[in-house]
T-cell receptor, first 115, second 110 residues
Framework: GAGVSQSPRYKVTKRGQDVALRCDPI?????LYWYRQALGQGPEFLTY????????KSGLPNDRFSAERPEGSISTLTIQRTEQRDSAMYRC?????????????FGQGTRLTVV | EDKVVQSPLSLVVHEGDTVTLNCSYE??????LLWYKQEKKAPTFLFML????IEKKSGRLSSILDKKELFSILNITATQTGDSAIYLC??????????FGKGTSLLVTP
């Protein structure tokens, strides 16, 4: 597609429910990142994929968070047993190569609210 | 621990003013510094800097990196109301993550 597409744009869920956030990166982009951004903060790194391989998941806050990119394109970030502190903007980004030092293009994000 | 500090946190200027936004960092194995503009939608890429002292320019925006003093500045000349946004600075090291600062919120008033 023309840009990084994320869905849903907004998600309100009850505490304890599982949520799945979807990212459709720019076509052909090798690298895919997930970030979380709280109000008044910069994006915080969660995880990184090179094609389908999850090469860095050091930013995932705990084992309730997981991500996959099974065919090296679309990715899903899943949060199990959501808690109120999980409320944030979740942003996906992609970049054309698997090399470091290339710019990342961000999607519009999914605003998650856990009530 | 890697650190990226942006200043000021917020700024209000009049149209036509020139602004300078600052980003200082402490990063192990520094690779690059990036500037993004974040409006209501996605952060949009402005510049990537890897070498000291080489100015990057795009219209009224310019940026430069000082790897000795570990900082970068983003200049915006002849500001317009459309420049109002949060400006994010991020650094990369040997890993994959962009390490972001908290951003500078710029408001340009007519």
């Amino acid at each position: 597609g023309a840009g990084v597409s994320q869905s849903p744009r907004y998600k309100v869920t009850k505490r304890g429910q599982d949520v799945a956030l979807r990212c459709d990166p720019i076509s052909g982009h090798v690298s895919l990142y997930w970030y979380r951004q709280a109000l008044g903060q910069g994006p915080e790194f969660l995880t990184y994929f090179n094609y389908e391989a999850q090469q860095d998941k050091s930013g995932l806050p705990n084992d309730r968070f997981s991500a996959e990119r099974p065919e090296g394109s679309i990715s899903t970030l899943t949060i199990q047993r959501t808690e109120q502190r999980d409320s944030a903007m979740y942003r996906c980004a992609s970049s054309p190569t698997g090399e470091l030092n290339t710019e990342a293009f961000f999607g519009q994000g999914t605003r998650l609210t856990v009530v | 621990e890697d650190k990226v500090v942006q200043s000021p946190l917020s700024l209000v200027v009049h149209e036509g003013d020139t602004v300078t936004l600052n980003c200082s960092y402490e990063v192990t194995n520094f690779r690059s510094l990036l500037w993004y503009k974040q409006e209501k939608k996605a952060p949009t890429f402005l510049f990537m800097l890897t070498s000291s002292g080489i100015e990057k320019k795009s219209g009224r925006l310019s940026s430069i990196l000082d790897k000795k003093e570990l900082f970068s500045i983003l200049n915006i000349t002849a500001t317009q109301t459309g420049d109002s946004a949060i400006y994010l600075c991020a650094v990369t090291n040997s890993g994959y993550a962009l390490n972001f600062g908290k951003g500078t919120s710029l408001l340009v008033t007519p």
